[in-house]
């Protein structure tokens, strides 16, 4: 690590993610953009243990360096299509994925979601073939939102900086929960909107 105040802040951000229940102890991920290189936490790590001396520092061209996230080709690729964004958060909150696992795009009931997203996309990758295809599909779905859910993964998020990533981030889960209220309430709203 070059700079240890924006390790830190990745640091503390990921464990976030972990403590309100975004992660599990040890999945998702999270970069941020350094001029020409990336931080990114390493593979297999666990948000509880996690230092910044364990992050990885990889050039923003090029394949990434050993021991970066097996997501790190993704978060390069969305930094290359996306010159105005310097973060990039991966998380598995539990309602965003249960209420997309239709594959059908997320439109937000509440008025938060509704203000910042109108709809967030679901991308379906296959399973087998994860780790290839995500970077172009992931980027692609980025290029023009700041956030975008794999289908039956998780969300990705993406911001001018690691608040704001980490604002989406929040902001989607609590959208996908009131979305999940609603359709536990017997209110065919989500339903309407979201299956039919
Ligand atoms: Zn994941």
């Not at 999270?30 to 990336?38: N, Q, Y």
């Not at 990705?156 to 981030?169: I, P, Q, R």
Request: proline share 5%; net charge negative.
């Amino acid at each position: 690590m070059s700079d240890v105040d924006d390790g830190d802040d990745l640091v503390r951000y990921y464990r976030w993610l972990r403590s309100h229940g975004l992660n599990d102890s040890h999945s998702g991920n999270a970069s941020i953009r350094v001029a020409d290189r990336m931080v990114i936490t390493p593979t297999g790590c666990c948000a509880d243990t996690l230092t910044p001396t364990n992050l990885v520092d990889t050039a923003l061209e090029g394949p990434p360096a050993g021991g970066a996230s097996l997501d790190a080709a993704l978060h390069l690729a969305v930094y290359r299509t996306r010159p105005d964004v310097n973060a990039v958060i991966h998380s598995h909150g539990p309602h965003a994925i249960a209420v997309t696992l239709s594959g059908r795009d997320l439109v937000p009931l509440d008025f938060e979601g509704q203000y910042y997203f109108k709809r967030v996309p679901v991308v379906n990758i296959p399973y087998e073939i994860y780790v290839d295809d995500s970077p172009v599909a992931v980027a692609g779905a980025l290029a023009k939102s700041n956030v975008a859910i794999v289908r039956g993964h998780g969300l990705y998020a993406c911001g001018e900086t690691l608040d704001l990533a980490y604002k989406w981030t929040c902001s989607v889960e609590s959208s996908a929960r009131i979305s999940w209220l609603n359709n536990l309430s017997g209110d065919k709203t989500h339903r309407e909107l979201n299956w039919l």
